[in-house]
C-alpha cells in the first residue's frame, strides 16, 4: 500500500473515500466496500491533527487499512493552511487534480472545506461538473444507535470490549515490538512479552484482558515458534506490585508456547476484560491471582 502524508501528488483512475476514519468500524468498512466496487485504485482520504488521539495510532491505522483492501491512504496534515482550503478547492485541487477520482464515497453527515461549507451534495453536484460519481451512505445502526467513533471511545473507556469489538468489526488491538521488561513473569513460572502502546492511542482501563496475539508476518520467528496465532491474557498498566516508573505496557502471558518473541512485532487483540489492576502484597499472591485469571480466560475462549 502506498501511503502519502502531504498534498505533493499525482494519481489516477482512483475511488476515494474521505472521513476521518478513527478506528475504521463497520460503517466506514462500508465506504470502503463501495470504494472497491469498479476496478479504481481503492483510496482512502483521512486527516491527521496535531497532538490528536484516536482509537489506533497512525501506524496501526496504515496496518489495518491495507487489510481492507486499501490500495493508497494519504493523511492530510490540518494545518491552518489547508482548514482555509475552500470546498471547491478541495474538490478540484486534489479530488480532481491530485486523485483523478472516477468515484467518491462519503457519509451523509460529511463535511469539508472552510468554515464546513461543503457536505455530501456539494460532491454529487460537483461531480456532475467534473466528471466523477458520488455515493452517499447513511450512518449505520446498531442496536437502535448510530455506530461511530465516539460511541466506539466511550465504550472503550468503559472496558466494554465485546460491545466495542462488535462495532469495530476487528478486535480493538495493540500493536509493537516486543521489548525486554524487568523478567519476573519467568521466575513466577509465566514469561511474558511486553509491549508499549503508541502515546497517542486511545487505551481501556488498565487491568487484565483476554487476548489473541498474532505474530505480524513481518517478524522472522525462531524455529520453536509453531504457529502464528496464540490466545492468552495481558495486562494493561503500570503492573503497581513489581514497578513503580509508572510506564504504561501491555504485558502478555501466552497459553501453550514456547520459543522467544524478543524483538518481533505482534498484534495483541483484547477480546474481553476481566478485572481492573491493582497491587498485591507479595509476587506469590500475584501469581495466585494470575492462575485465576488464566482459568477465566479459557472458559471465555471455550
Known sequence: MQVINNLDFQLNNTAV????????????RLLLSEAGQGGYTVTMITFSF????????????VWLAEKLGV??????????????????????????????AKKVVVGADFGFGYHRSGNAEFLREAGIDYGFKTFIYEKLMQ?????????????????????????????????????????????????????EPDETKELPPYGVYTVRLEIAASSECSETVQHNTYDGIANLGVKPTIGDDNRVTLEV????????LYDKELIVYLLDF????????????LKEQIDRDIEVAKKYID
Not at 496535531?50 to 491505522?61: F, L, N, Q, W
Not at 491512504?73 to 483523478?100: G, H, N, Y
Open 17 to 28: 473515500c474521505i472521513g476521518k476514519f478513527d478506528g475504521l468500524h463497520r460503517g466506514h
Open 50 to 61: 496535531p497532538d490528536g488521539r484516536g482509537i489506533y495510532s497512525c501506524e496501526e491505522k
Open 71 to 100: 490500495e493508497v491512504l494519504i493523511s492530510i496534515p490540518v494545518t491552518e493552511e489547508f482548514m482555509r482550503m475552500s470546498a471547491e478547492d478541495f474538490v478540484k485541487k486534489i479530488l480532481v487534480e491530485r486523485c483523478d
Open 143 to 195: 442496536d437502535g444507535e448510530v455506530i461511530s467513533s465516539t460511541r466506539i471511545r466511550g465504550l472503550l473507556r468503559e472496558g466494554r470490549m465485546v460491545e466495542v469489538n462488535e462495532l469495530l468489526g476487528t478486535p480493538y488491538f495493540v500493536r509493537g515490538v516486543v521489548k525486554k521488561g524487568n523478567q519476573i513473569g519467568r521466575t513466577m513460572g509465566v514469561p511474558t512479552a511486553n509491549i
Open 253 to 260: 502471558w501466552l497459553f501453550d508456547f514456547e520459543g522467544d
Open 274 to 285: 476481566q478485572r481492573p489492576e491493582r497491587k498485591f502484597e507479595s509476587l506469590e499472591e
